[in-house]
């Protein structure tokens, strides 16, 4: 990944017997030509970099709860230090990693290349996003290093605004800050989309990754402002002593939950829209078939970002809002489990009469299908409204959502590092490693949260340092799967980077995928194509693949190094 | 913050940044040319209209349900508004959309000389405006009504007058803010007008500032009715 | 490639005349505003906020239809203004159902209001 | 983990609420165990069906199927309906409390729940109520929100600063059962719980003398409201300073500003800390506020106090506050 190790690989012999090539990495060294790089794989990898750095410190707060709830009397640090580590395990996860993670990495990287442009339409906006991302970035470890803060990610008020003594304003404005880095990207995605298309790709010719891109974004767009200015107005709060959100000053703490969840409900589907474009890529690739139902599952994207607007009070049935309120917030979120239905049926439909088979991304996928359907079933429960009220606030809800967000977005998430690593390096990983710690991950991530399905029902409140002695053997369970999940995180680690100078050459389309970014040599040129492409067939169309190779782990076929493939 | 992102943005979208432009002139690498360049920028402006629509779109609703909880408190505070301030604003600011859009339109016939005209023009219509805030918001200052520690008010709703105050404050000072950095962008843009950058064949950095421009003026459009009228007439439910 | 393009290629120039005409209007419109805030509606006088949003809704139109050329601008842009306004609506349209909600109770049931009883007919 | 005994996996089960909320979970449950199971299933098969063989030509490419798309989006919709439909109306259920339940007032503060009971008798984290009657609990808090949870009955309010929320339940088992904040309020969260002891009814009376007993709320509130010289402007002669308090629980209120609001407890709340908010029509905003200077048990026992003081709907109550004790 680094600047200094392509050279390395050039001099090695990275394609013996032929002219070394120029691509994205070699064509410049040295820190400044990737600070200032306005190339959109670059910026991608830069956010990978950072990405990655923030899930290690947000697993690590992970490990430290799960530590610490192995023993219900909550002996190994203070409700202090536990409150300020759960905190900002939340803070750190969702809004500096599940949120930019797909889109900001694999969107950043591989949108322009599917829609065959030679980068976004605003690459300096690109930059900048990543640097405003490094920004709120640094005023949230700022915040960790001055000591934390202790409100729960979701800052409700008046805790937050008025009661807690902790940084709650440095925090507050790092995610401010780091939402304009969304903003920025969901914007660049759009305009991309509409404009910067290669000829004869008609939006009915689109990859499924970018139609969910495009609904991720609309999300972006119009759902991030709202959040910027409520976590706007806490910091004003605490600095300036308004008292919007603070009874004792005339205002409301009601307000802000619905300005809060009006962002943070349809934020899951940033999380959650890109890994789903993540599986039909990978699900129609190694089933060797055209995406059943393309169109439905394309529909079903956008009608997940819209409905996904109106749901946001199902965060709120026990608050004190509206009864009636509280219906309409119910129906409609009943309403927006349908889509996310139609697209796990359509996966499963693609699989049918397919020729399917089993390399590290597609056991990511399939993993996704199962936490997916568990996860989503499982949030139906919270948005019956009299279930709600019993599991509202409890472990079922934090197991719920940890379905959702680790077993859907971090498996596609995974499932989108493996399957584009040879594009974006040039170098197969081993095979043998990658189903291994995929397995490993299936089995810690349902060891882990399963039980909290159970605690939950039994009424485990969620932030809880210390609980009933009933509980422990749940809780223990769970903590033994985070262990395991944790080691399945650290493996890929190790072996990705290995690959890095070791792995086998990757050749331009080691899955023989369709698509127009595996037409272009692996790692891709400056500008992506050598030429612009020009699109003739629909996506997804597998029927002329190269005959069906078995994918041999550890060995992906060594293709000579080729500009652009001869295919098509 | 939130307040200067935006014509950064739009300083970025119109991709007007000098040391960016020396070498491929207005149009950039990875467009085919400049129709699609400068769709895209409108679209992208658009967008990011679009998200401010939504940040502005967030303090209106808590202000709105501040006002149907509190009614006669806001509409009390309201009336401690300088209604004539406030529509002398309204109607300078109007002046600068109108020298704005002839800007624009200035460009578009490369008419340089009334270009840069107009944009000065502009920026003195929006000082105008921030000098008589500044009057109204000294004002406040001196009479106690600034939220915060200094808040003083003999009423019996003290404290949800104060609410209505920092609602005031809050709203306008954004606004205010987002006219200091449009401003502040203006005085590139009418440097560059005057070495001659934009014509008919280029123009897009000066409409897309347009765009912000009147969208700024739209939202007091809004802000002027809603905060300072509320306490002018028999509205006040009195 | 741009697929509607060309739109653009050139400059849609707009008679002076028309620029002008929205100004009036708008000045027309500062002066209904003011005029509708100070006048003695009665008993109506509910429908002060109304008219003040009515009345500045128009305007706000003026200046996107003209000053921001969406007239001449591709269909795209009318999406996305009529995006913006639908979720800003959706926002505030639910936020503030939810208060004044909070008076309806499926029982009699004194108990359960809130604080923030009726207060006015006048809706904020 | 008392021995070899593994602890139980479903709460007990002790409110009127608690069997059909429970039906209602297996519900969901036995369909999305099918559905869970049925993918699982499927995805097994169809993974062994169609693995990649040595020699396989190119699969297929279908393109889908517009009547197995209608199919699978009505077929969940209709579902996830009945979800909605039975819910919402249990919910309604849940929230709606029966006619004359015992009253018991709670006041959430960081890191405690206190109790009072019409009675007198106050309690800190625990709370005794009788089996077999409805509850209903007036709830407020002191400083940030709190949320009153109790797993076994299957309910949940959130204890909101600077209004009333309520919940109630009726217990059907006695035993001890845990109390829980639920929503997340500082430091000390994890210990903002406690139990509810549910008795049989003649040992709840026994409790009520026994307890802390000696003044009751009302007769709390009534010493409160002598301190506080309200009587000075809310006596009942005419002419005085403030609107009468006698018989004003649960009446229309004409207001200064136009239009007419119930007094009910928010209100009177609301008239005691916010008094200039909603002028009773005919009066002065003369009253000062008294927040800060009553805490919110404070104001509980005033509004208890007001309210003994007659209720319309109670027929021709007088001044006689010992007629309207309870309020009922």
């Avoid at chain 1, 474009?277 to 055209?290: D, L, P, T």
């Avoid at chain 1, 936490?371 to 599991?391: M, N, P, Q, R, S």
Wanted: aromatic share 14%; proline share 6%.
């Amino acid at each position: 990944m680094s600047e200094q190790a392509a050279p390395r690989r050039r001099n090695r012999g990275r394609y013996e017997g032929d002219v070394p090539r120029e691509h994205y990495l070699n064509v410049a060294y040295g820190l400044k030509s990737w600070l200032l790089t306005v190339d959109h794989k670059r910026i991608a990898i830069l956010y990978l970099l950072s990405i990655t750095g923030f899930f290690a410190i947000g697993g690590l707060f992970a490990a430290i709860i799960r530590m610490e709830l192995m023993t219900p009397t909550g002996d190994l640090m203070s409700s202090e230090v536990y409150n300020r580590v759960f905190t900002l395990h939340g803070v750190v996860m969702v809004f500096f990693f599940l949120i930019p993670s797909i889109p900001a990495v694999f969107g950043n990287f591989f949108l322009p290349m599917m829609i065959g442009a030679k980068d976004l339409a605003f690459p300096r906006i690109n930059l900048a996003s990543w640097y405003i991302y490094t920004i709120g970035g640094i005023f949230t470890l700022a915040a960790i290093i001055a000591g934390g803060v202790d409100t729960g990610w979701t800052f409700y008020t008046p805790y937050s605004s008025t009661y807690s003594n902790s940084a709650v304003a440095l925090t507050a404005i790092g995610v401010f800050i780091n939402g304009f880095s969304s903003i920025f990207t969901g914007l660049n995605f759009i305009v991309s989309i509409h404009k910067m298309r290669a000829p004869g790709l008609t939006w009915m010719r689109l990859p499924l990754f970018v139609w969910a891109h495009y609904a991720a974004s609309i999300i972006m767009i119009l759902g991030t402002p709202v959040v910027a200015i409520a976590i706007f107005l806490i910091a004003v709060e605490r600095l300036l002593g308004v008292g919007i959100f603070d009874p004792a000053l005339g205002g409301d703490p009601i307000l802000y939950q619905h300005l809060f969840w009006f962002y943070s409900h349809p934020a899951v589907y940033i999380m959650i829209l890109p890994s789903m474009g993540v599986m039909s890529e990978v699900i129609a690739c190694f089933s060797r078939k055209r995406i059943f139902g393309y169109a439905f599952i394309a529909a079903s994207s956008l009608a997940i970002a819209v409905v996904g607007f109106l749901v946001w009070g199902h965060h709120m049935f026990v608050s004190g809002q509206s009864a009636y309120v509280s219906m309409v917030f119910s129906v409609l979120s009943m309403l927006v489990a349908v889509p996310s239905a139609v697209k796990v049926f359509n996966w499963l439909a693609t699989l049918w009469r397919g020729s399917i088979s089993f390399e590290t991304p597609m056991l990511y996928a399939f993993g996704f299908l199962g936490l997916f359907t568990v996860g989503g079933l499982t949030g139906l429960y919270l948005g019956t409204l009299a279930t709600d009220v019993h599991l509202h606030d409890s472990y079922f809800i934090v197991a719920h959502f940890h379905y959702i967000m680790v077993g859907g977005a971090v498996m596609g998430y995974l499932a989108a590092v493996h399957f584009w690593w040879p594009k974006m390096t040039g170098r197969m990983y081993s095979e043998f490693w990658g189903r291994l710690s995929a397995g490993l991950l299936f089995i810690g991530f349902n060891l882990t949260f399963f039980p909290q399905f159970l605690l939950g029902y039994m009424g485990m409140p969620r932030r809880y340092h210390f609980y009933p002695d009933e509980w422990q053997v749940l809780n223990v369970l769970s903590t033994a799967g985070a262990s395991i999940l944790g080691i399945a995180y650290l493996i890929p680690i190790i072996y990705l980077v290995y690959s890095l100078r070791y792995g086998p050459i990757a050749g331009p389309n080691p899955w023989h995928a369709t698509g127009l970014e595996w037409t272009t040599a692996s790692p891709p040129p400056q500008h992506n194509f050598e030429t612009t492409p020009t699109v003739t067939e629909e996506p997804y169309d597998y029927s002329k693949a190269i005959e069906n190779v078995a994918i041999t782990p550890g060995a992906g076929p060594e293709s000579p190094p080729s500009p652009a493939a001869p295919r098509s | 913050m939130s307040q200067r992102h935006g014509p950064v943005t739009a300083a970025v979208i119109t991709g007007s940044m000098p040391e960016m432009d020396n070498d491929h002139g207005p149009l950039q690498h990875h467009f085919d040319d400049m129709a699609q360049q400068n769709e895209s920028a409108a679209l992208g402006m658009w967008l990011f209209l679009l998200t401010e629509v939504m940040f502005f779109g967030g303090v209106l609703t808590a202000y709105a349900v501040c006002r149907y909880l509190f009614h006669d408190a806001f509409a009390e505070g309201a009336s401690h508004l300088d209604v004539q301030m406030g529509t002398i604003n309204t109607i300078i600011l109007i002046f600068s959309s109108l020298t704005m859009a002839l800007a624009v339109r200035a460009a578009q016939m490369s008419k340089t000389k009334l270009l840069v005209g107009l944009l000065i023009a502009t920026m003195v219509f929006g000082g105008a405006f921030l000098v008589i805030k500044g009057i109204e918001y000294e004002h406040k200052w001196v009479e106690h009504h600034v939220p915060g520690k200094y808040f003083q008010y003999d009423g019996p709703m003290a404290n949800q007058v104060h609410l209505f105050f920092s609602f005031y404050f809050t709203m306008t000072g954004i606004h205010a803010l987002h006219m200091i950095l449009g401003i502040g962008w203006m005085i590139w843009l009418t440097i560059r007008s005057w070495r001659g950058d934009f014509s008919a064949a280029y123009f897009s950095p000066i409409e897309m500032t347009g765009l912000y421009w009147h969208f700024v003026d739209i939202v007091w459009i809004f802000l002027f009715p809603l905060l300072y009228l509320f306490g002018a007439g028999a509205g006040a439910g009195h | 490639m741009s697929h509607d393009a060309h739109a653009h290629d050139e400059p849609h120039i707009v008679p002076l005349s028309i620029y002008l005409a929205i100004f009036g209007a708008l000045m027309i419109g500062t002066a209904l505003t003011v005029w509708v805030a100070v006048f003695d509606l009665g008993e109506y006088s509910w429908l002060h906020t109304p008219l003040a949003l009515l009345i500045a809704s128009a305007k706000a139109t003026l200046v996107v239809v003209w000053f921001m050329h969406v007239k001449y601008g591709s269909r795209l842009v009318w999406i996305f203004i009529f995006a913006g306004i639908a979720w800003f609506l959706v926002l505030i349209g639910i936020t503030v159902g939810d208060y004044v909600g909070r008076n309806w109770e499926p029982a009699p049931n004194a108990w359960q209001a809130a604080v923030e009883a009726p207060r006015s007919s006048e809706l904020g | 983990m008392n021995g070899s005994q593994l602890p139980p996996l479903l709460p007990p089960s002790a409110s009127t609420v608690s069997g059909e909320l429970d039906l209602l979970f297996a519900y969901i449950t036995a369909i999305s165990v099918f559905f869970a199971v049925g993918i699982a299933v499927a995805l097994a098969v169809l993974a062994v069906l169609y693995r990649r063989k040595p020699g396989d030509g190119p699969p297929p490419q279908i393109h889908g199927s517009t009547a197995l798309e209608l199919v699978w989006t009505v077929i969940p919709l209709l579902i996830v309906m009945s979800f909605f439909v039975w819910g919402t109306d249990l919910f309604f259920r849940m929230r709606t409390p029966p006619i004359e339940p015992l009253e018991i007032f709670v006041v959430g503060k960081q890191w405690m729940w206190k109790i009072q009971h019409q009675e007198g008798p106050r309690e800190i984290n625990e709370l005794h109520i009788p089996v077999g009657q409805p509850i209903k609990l007036t709830m407020t808090s002191e400083d940030v929100i709190h949320s009153f949870s109790v797993p076994a009955f299957r309910v949940k309010q959130d204890v909101l600063p600077g209004r009333y929320t309520t919940m109630w339940f009726e217990a059907t088992k006695t035993g001890t059962f845990h109390l829980f904040c639920t929503e997340y309020c500082g430091t000390e969260h994890a210990g903002m719980g406690g139990s509810i002891i549910v008795m049989e009814p003649n040992e709840y009376q026994v409790w009520l003398g026994g307890g802390g007993a000696g003044e009751s709320l009302t007769d709390a509130g009534e010493r409160l409201f002598g301190q506080l010289g309200c009587a000075t402007c809310h006596g009942d002669q005419a002419g005085a300073r403030g609107p009468s308090l006698t018989g004003v629980y649960n009446s229309e209120v004409s207001l200064a500003g136009g239009g007419s609001v119930t007094a009910d407890e928010s209100y009177l709340r609301e008239s005691i800390l916010e008094p200039a908010t909603n002028i009773v029509a005919g009066y002065d905003a003369i009253m000062p506020t008294y927040r800060g200077q009553i805490s919110e048990e404070g104001v509980l026992q005033l509004v208890a106090y007001i309210r003994s003081l007659g209720d319309p709907a109670a027929a021709g109550a007088t001044g006689a506050a010992a007629a309207g004790e309870a309020g009922q």
